[in-house]
């Protein structure tokens, strides 16, 4: 049973495009980040949501939506997609936000997005 | 701006010797640091946790050092083996931060036989 899951794996698109990541985790977690890897393997967060609520939100352009739906899921919707875009990113969930001791996160597979 | 700094060099290491790796960090004082697995292809494994007021933690063949003196976090594998080779990343999570990770840019260890 995969606790993270996130479609597509890949995903070669056209500048301009819209795409969508989906992520699914079974753990039952509060908690659920979207990260970004680049070429360089710099791996860093880009949103995250708590109990369907958006608690981080870095420096992202807007073009990157996220939703979070149910606690469950947390999809990452990118608009007008650039060159600059191509990446892999991650999903993954915490037991929750955090209380100072510390959470184990659990990464999903990633998706590679390649945009041309 | 909180800064993580791993050797970006490869590390080399010949089959059951010790491979240390280090992380160092700038400014703010972490409330507790990870160190991650990833392969090739992958997403990055949780391995261990430590916390500022913890100097020191095991789990089988790893072992992590939190120096918060000199802003040093020490990751040692003994006894190590092929299998072990991948990026070592450590994370940090800043005091007042929730659970909010910085990672560094990781260290790649390949154990040679």
């Known amino acids: 049973d995969t606790a993270v899951s996130q479609t597509p794996k890949y995903l070669v698109t056209q500048m301009g495009n819209d795409k969508s990541i989906k992520c699914e985790q079974n753990?039952?977690?509060?908690?659920m980040y979207w990260y970004k890897q680049d070429s360089k393997k710099f791996l860093k967060i880009m949103f995250s949501?708590?109990?369907?609520?958006l608690i981080i939100n870095e420096t992202v352009p807007n073009r990157f939506s996220p939703k979070s739906p149910d606690k469950a899921h947390l999809n990452l919707h990118i608009n007008s997609l650039e060159l600059g875009d191509s990446a892999v990113y991650f999903c993954a969930s915490s037991q929750d936000w955090g209380t100072g001791y510390g959470n184990t996160i659990y990464f999903g597979e990633g998706s590679w997005l390649t945009v041309v | 701006s909180q800064k993580i700094e791993q050797n970006s060099e490869a590390l080399n290491i010949q089959e059951g010797k010790t491979a240390t790796l280090t992380c160092n960090y700038t400014?703010?004082?972490?409330?507790?640091l990870q160190w991650y697995r990833q392969d090739p292809g992958r997403g990055p494994v949780f391995l261990l946790l430590?916390?500022?007021?913890?100097k020191e933690k095991r789990k089988e063949r790893l072992k992590v050092t939190f120096d918060t003196t000199l802003k040093q976090s020490l990751f040692h594998i003994t006894a190590s083996q092929p299998a072990d080779s991948a990026t070592y990343l450590c994370?940090?999570?800043?005091?007042?931060?929730?659970?909010?990770?910085?990672f560094g840019t990781g260290t790649q260890l390949k154990v040679e036989l």
């Open positions: 994370a940090l999570v800043f005091t007042g931060g929730g659970n909010k990770l910085t």
């Open positions: 430590i916390r500022e007021n913890e």
């Open positions: 949501y708590n109990n369907k609520e």
């Open positions: 400014n703010y004082s972490p409330a507790y």
């Open positions: 753990l039952g977690h509060d908690t």
